[in-house]
């Protein structure tokens, strides 16, 4: 069974990949199980910038195959802002509420009809001897004007779906991995593990 190092320490992020990873015969690593690896500071000016850092940082740092990613939320009103800094909109300390009330702050003033706004992923994976290969996943929707359902993480009760008419932390997690950025990103990873399994 292939070993991969997910390099975060995001917990809702972690048990996503591993459920789409672990039935597909790959064993699932993460940082918990690293403790002295370096935080890598993600100061890239996008997601793949961000993404290719964490994961040559973090392969260099345990000898294994690894798999990064960088995501957020591109709003339009904002002019694609909190883009790659969604983690940290209200603040280098800040957690999901403190974020979801400073998108909601700074969007009171924009109509329903311009709330447009995108989750974007950008996934990469550095394999021994190999340049990293990415792969991407956007979805699309609207920010609604107070926060709805509680699953997911992060800006998932703002984000509005039309096509299943509720956020994206009302879905249950089997449907928010088939539709969502990250899910998008992963099946990619997965068919690009696979074929290399053949």
């Not at 311009?114 to 991407?136: D, N, Y």
């Not at 926060?147 to 703002?158: A, K, N, S, T, V």
């Not at 990250?182 to 690009?192: K, P």
Request: charged content about 25%; some cysteine.
């Amino acid at each position: 069974m292939m070993e991969l190092v997910v390099a975060t320490r995001n917990s809702g992020k972690l048990r996503e990949i591993r459920r789409l990873l672990e039935s597909k015969g790959v064993s699932i690593l993460g940082m918990d199980s690293f403790p002295d690896a370096p935080d890598v500071d993600e100061d890239g000016d996008t997601f793949a910038a961000n993404a290719v850092k964490k994961a040559l940082a973090v392969a260099r740092f345990t000898g294994k195959p690894c798999l990064a990613d960088d995501s957020g939320l591109e709003v339009a009103a904002l002019q694609g802002r909190p883009g790659v800094h969604s983690a940290r909109f209200a603040g280098v300390d800040a957690d999901d509420h403190d974020n979801n009330c400073r998108l909601l702050h700074d969007m009171d003033s924009v109509p329903d009809d311009q709330r447009q706004a995108a989750f974007c992923c950008v996934m990469a994976l550095c394999l021994p001897g190999a340049p990293p290969r990415l792969f991407e996943g956007r979805v699309e929707g609207r920010i609604l004007r107070q926060e709805r359902g509680d699953g997911g993480f992060g800006y998932d009760p703002l984000f509005w779906l039309p096509e299943f008419a509720c956020t994206m932390a009302e879905l249950p997690l089997d449907t928010k991995n088939r539709i969502s950025h990250r899910g998008q990103a992963m099946r990619l990873v997965v068919a690009y593990l696979s074929s290399l399994q053949r």
